[in-house]
């Protein structure tokens, strides 16, 4: 079976003395990511002086909306204040989907053909923005801009993976320059 990786999270701060981590989620299924068990690809930043390349999760639980990691190879506070930074990835099946059907893991939607809701061409999907409010979608437009465009379903009314399209209600300045944009 052919499987690729898929970015669940970056380590944030330490939590307490015995090694439990924040987490900046970057995906839709925490409660799956960081089961105990769970083992993932750790990917420090460039600089960083940590050694990690897998962690095994001890255990995860959430407290005032932040998820906390202990991981088998964070002893203390001072190994994780090392993790700090540290991108993690998970290895799912390439064929796999989120529970949710309105989900989806980035490298569905890269390289998915953008339209507008009239059927003209926008360009494509060329990668995704994980912010705290909402995701944004790239999109390269054929003059070669790229465009961000919050990823809802107000702006972004149609996923359809078979069909390998995304659909998005464009309007001036979003994906379209303003009309003054191109005088210039």
């Not at 379903?153 to 996923?159: Q, R």
């Amino acid at each position: 079976m052919e499987t690729i990786e898929v970015l669940v999270g970056r380590i944030g701060k330490p939590h307490g003395i015995r090694g439990e981590l924040t987490l900046d989620v970057r995906t839709d299924e925490p409660e799956r990511r960081f089961a105990p068990g769970a083992v993932l690809r750790a990917e420090p930043p460039a600089g960083s002086a940590s050694r990690l390349r897998r962690v095994t999760v001890r255990s995860a639980r959430w407290h005032q909306s932040t998820l906390l990691v202990a991981f088998e190879e964070v002893a203390d506070r001072t190994a994780a204040e090392a993790a700090r930074g540290i991108l993690l990835h998970a290895t799912v099946p390439a064929d796999a989907a989120p529970d949710d059907p309105d989900e989806y893991y980035d490298h569905q939607l890269v390289g998915l053909a953008a339209y507008d809701v009239s059927g003209a061409a926008l360009g494509s999907v060329t990668g995704l923005v994980h912010g705290g409010a909402q995701d944004l979608l790239t999109v390269r437009t054929p003059d070669g801009r790229d465009a961000l465009v919050p990823f809802v379903k107000a702006l972004v009314p149609e996923v359809d993976l078979a069909g390998r399209r995304v659909v998005i209600a464009d309007r001036p300045g979003l994906v379209t320059p303003l009309p003054e944009d191109d005088e210039h």
